[in-house]
C-alpha cells in the first residue's frame, strides 16, 4: 500500500510569510491527491482536490501543485486565520490514506 | 445545502460493537462516493472506509473484516458497522463526500465512538 510523508511535522511562520508543505508518496500516484485543513475541535475542511483545483470558497492564496510522488500546498501570504494543521489524502481504487500531518504554528 | 450529520457514537465495551449512521441532506448519497474518515484523541486523520457510487467498497487494513460501510438509500444515509470493537478504534468518525474532481465536498461534524471496559 502506498505511504504518504509530510514534510515538516512542524512549521512555524510569520503572518505574511510563504509557506509551502510537502507529501511524498511511496510510489508514484495519479492526480488525485487532497490537502485539508484542520483546526482545533474542529472538523477538517477541504482546500485542494484533484492536485491543484481549489474548493469552491477557499481564499486564492491556496494552491497546490505536484504530480509523481512529490507533491506541495503552497500558501502565498501567510494570514491569522491559516494556523492550523494540515493534512494531504490520496484518494483513489481501493487503499486511501492521509499524511501524518503538518501543524503550521506562530513563530 | 449540503448537510450531513452522525450520530450513533457512544460509549461500548472492547469486543462489543455499535453501528454509526451519517444522514446527508442537498444531495443524493447513492449517486456520491461516501467515505468514513477518524481520528483518535490528539492523534491524526485515519482513513476508514469508501463505498463508491458504483456500491464497490473498500477499508482500512486496521478495520477490515471488522467493519461493514453501507448506503440505506430509502433514508438516505451512510452507515457504518463496526463489530469486535478494540481500544484504538477509540476516535472521532467524520462521514465524508467526496466529489473526486468536483468542488463542494462536505464532512460531518463527528460522532465519537469510546472503546473502554
Known amino acids: 500500500d502506498i505511504q504518504m510523508t509530510q514534510s515538516p511535522s512542524t512549521l512555524s511562520a510569520s503572518v505574511g510569510d510563504r509557506v509551502t508543505i510537502t507529501c511524498r508518496a511511496s510510489q508514484s500516484l495519479t492526480s488525485w491527491l487532497a490537502w485539508y485543513q484542520q483546526k482545533p475541535g474542529k472538523a477538517p475542511k477541504l482546500l485542494i482536490y484533484?492536485?491543484?483545483s481549489l474548493e469552491s470558497g477557499v481564499p486564492s492564496r491556496f494552491s497546490g501543485s505536484g504530480s509523481g510522488t512529490e507533491f506541495t500546498l503552497t500558501i502565498s501570504s501567510l494570514q491569522p486565520d491559516d494556523f492550523a494543521t494540515y493534512y494531504c489524502q490520496k484518494y483513489n481504487s481501493y487503499f486511501w490514506t492521509f499524511g501524518q500531518g503538518t501543524k503550521v504554528e506562530i513563530k | 445545502e449540503v448537510q450531513l450529520v452522525e450520530s450513533g457514537g457512544g460509549l461500548v465495551q472492547p469486543g462489543g460493537s455499535l453501528r454509526l449512521s451519517c444522514v446527508a441532506s442537498?444531495?443524493?448519497?447513492?449517486?456520491?462516493?461516501m467515505s468514513w474518515v477518524r481520528q483518535a484523541p490528539g492523534k491524526g486523520l485515519e482513513w476508514v472506509s469508501v463505498i463508491y457510487s458504483g456500491g464497490s467498497t473498500y477499508y482500512a487494513d486496521s478495520v477490515k473484516g471488522r467493519f461493514t460501510i453501507s448506503r440505506d438509500n430509502s433514508k438516505n444515509t451512510l452507515e457504518l458497522q463496526m463489530s469486535s470493537l478494540r481500544a484504538d478504534d477509540t476516535a472521532v468518525y467524520y462521514c465524508?463526500?467526496?466529489?473526486?474532481?468536483?468542488?463542494?465536498?462536505?464532512w460531518g461534524q463527528g460522532t465519537l465512538v469510546t472503546v473502554s471496559s
Open positions: 442537498g444531495f443524493t448519497v447513492s449517486r456520491e462516493y
Open positions: 465524508v463526500r467526496v466529489r473526486w474532481d468536483l468542488p463542494g465536498w462536505a
Open positions: 484533484k492536485t491543484s
